[in-house]
């Protein structure tokens, strides 16, 4: 695995938490994944269902 894959993995897996019904939890999630975005020079592409 690249490093830029587990980079990846981890930012889909705060987005995913920060769906959290927590808002606290939900916020650090969030702040956290677009730190490691920036950081990284990444973006997180998600398919929609229309």
């Known amino acids: 695995m690249k490093a830029t894959e587990s980079i990846e993995e981890k930012i889909k897996k705060l987005l995913a938490l920060s769906q959290s019904s927590n808002p606290n939890e939900a916020k650090a999630a969030l702040l956290k994944a677009q730190d ?5 020079n990444l973006s997180i592409d998600y398919e929609t269902d229309k």
């Open 36 to 40: 490691l975005m920036l950081k990284y």
